[in-house]
């Protein structure tokens, strides 16, 4: 299989089907492997397209481009995260007073036309277009050029309120609700822009969020508070009822299940402890899981969206997700990414597996459930009893973990239950690798040598590709050489 039909192919799925069972039969080793990374329209417009090119494809075999288009985040937008140490390459000063973020692409009005949100060019870089700019250069180098664009908005955008999530309190949120029809068109829109106005061989988006039950017992690394929990907006509430679920008695078992967290967090014990009490409320208001459920299925229903809109504009490009790492240390959330079932409308799945900020990340999240509905269990057994349940090996210890990061152990193993969660499927399995994702000042950082194992691993574990994350504009050149290091040692580059 050549470089160029690893999309297409992919995109054959459907037609395809009826070969699952030939497809399934193992393969000779492909020596075009995807080999993708994640850059932001910043790294070009500071250090030359062509430069910037070179680099990737000389010292990682980049092959394919996954451009950030649209983000108001800085994650995967923007140049290095103020106050985390500037990389080797790249201008070298922060961009605090300039990043807003938005579409580093030109917006066409006529594609709009069924949103009230139309009105999001990133004004950061004046009237660069980073698909006009990369397209031409990336095609003589041979390389595949993806959007890349996430659900990350900012409250000060004409028209975003129409969009915004309604929280618990009944005050609107800063994220967009996939139950909004002007969100679901946009969603849509944006894509078929790129889709009809560039040259281009795919789309990725991701969501970094989740419903109303995960969010208010803490489960997830950052800090959610719960009382900013989504979504109870009036579609949102037609939606429940329309699917038998009743949104007040859910409106009314969230406001109890606040109760008990906020009274959690303060250490006030429930009389029959905190995680009996959690399943009381479960069992009273079987109304709080549904409403977790629906938001999920909202979300899947808005990348079937996706995939049909672009599909409807050209078959031939390539679509597929990027999964949270989330994914890694909820079995919540993970109970919810399903990805069998997600095949039939994803190309590719790039499943988030950063094992050195997996490190914090995991403290963080053992923290904040231990705060909760875990809040009877010592912070190392539940970190135990995590590393069981979620089939980990051998990690560090809570007092080390955030120092030492996650083991290239823990690349392979969720690489490996990645693809046999999509057995019988062709959705390409990509895992996304950390280079240099901004860590505290006393944890693990990227080193050239956890580099390479990561990468060795995740073929190991029967990858199709990697995807380099997050963002140039943070990545040390020694690491992303380590990167292509590996792949020079599996024959892979
Ligand atoms: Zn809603």
Excluded at 167 to 189: I, M, R, S, V
Excluded at 257 to 269: N, Y
Aim: proline share 4%; hydrophobic share 40%.
């Amino acid at each position: 299989m050549n470089r160029r039909s690893f999309l297409q192919s992919a995109a054959g799925t459907i037609a395809a089907a009826s070969l699952r069972q030939a497809d399934a039969l193992p393969m000779a080793p492909q020596p075009n492997k995807m080999i993708g990374l994640q850059i932001g329209a910043v790294s070009f417009a500071d250090e030359g397209v062509g430069k910037v090119l070179d680099e990737c494809q000389n010292s990682a075999a980049v092959n394919t481009l996954f451009v950030a288009t649209f983000t108001y985040g800085r994650g995967i937008a923007g140049r290095q995260v103020p106050g985390q140490p500037l990389p080797d390459h790249g201008n070298q000063t922060y961009d605090t007073d300039t990043f807003f973020g938005g579409a580093y692409t030109k917006v066409n009005p006529k594609y709009y036309a069924n949103t009230e949100f139309k009105s999001f060019r990133a004004p950061d870089l004046g009237g660069f277009d980073v698909l006009e700019q990369v397209i031409p250069e990336a095609k003589k180098r041979g390389m595949q050029t993806i959007c890349w664009y996430e659900d990350v908005f900012r409250r000060d955008l004409p028209n975003v309120e129409k969009l915004q999530e309604v929280e618990l309190t009944g005050k609107k949120a800063a994220t967009l609700c996939f139950n909004n029809p002007d969100y679901q068109n946009w969603l849509q829109d944006i894509a078929e822009d790129w889709s009809r106005s560039y040259d281009i061989d795919g789309i990725m988006w991701g969501s970094e969020r989740q419903g109303a039950f995960s969010n208010m017992l803490g489960a997830s690394h950052g800090h959610a508070n719960p009382s900013t929990v989504t979504c109870f907006c009036e579609f949102c509430y037609a939606k429940a009822r329309a699917s038998g679920i009743n949104p007040e008695r859910a409106k009314q078992g969230y406001l109890e299940l606040e109760k008990f967290v906020l009274a959690s967090r303060k250490g006030v014990r429930p009389v029959d402890g905190y995680y009996v009490q959690l399943w009381r409320l479960m069992l009273r208001y079987p109304e709080l899981l549904a409403w977790e459920s629906l938001w999920t299925s909202s979300l899947r229903a808005a990348q079937k969206a996706i995939y049909d809109r672009v599909k409807s504009v050209n078959p031939k490009l390539g679509v597929g997700w990027h999964i949270w790492h989330n994914n890694s240390f909820s079995p919540i959330y993970r109970a919810e990414q399903d990805l069998a079932e997600m095949a039939p409308y994803s190309d590719f799945l790039k499943v988030v597996i950063y094992h050195n900020c997996a490190g914090e990340r995991m403290v963080d999240y053992i923290d904040s459930v231990g705060g909760t509905y875990f809040a009877d269990v010592p912070k190392q057994e539940l970190l135990d009893f995590h590393y069981r349940i979620l089939d980990y090996g051998h990690e560090a210890d809570i007092t080390r973990l955030a120092a030492t990061g996650f083991t290239a152990d823990y690349v392979y193993r969720e690489t490996k239950r990645a693809r046999l969660g999509l057995e019988g499927t062709k959705t390409k399995l990509l895992p996304g690798i950390d280079i240099d994702i901004p860590t505290g000042k006393q944890s693990a950082k990227s080193t050239p040598a956890g580099t390479e194992a990561a990468v060795l691993a995740a073929f190991r574990g029967g990858a199709d590709g990697v995807i380099l994350s997050r963002k140039y504009s943070e990545m040390k050149l020694a690491n992303l050489r380590a990167a292509g290091d590996a792949l020079r040692k599996a024959g892979l580059a």
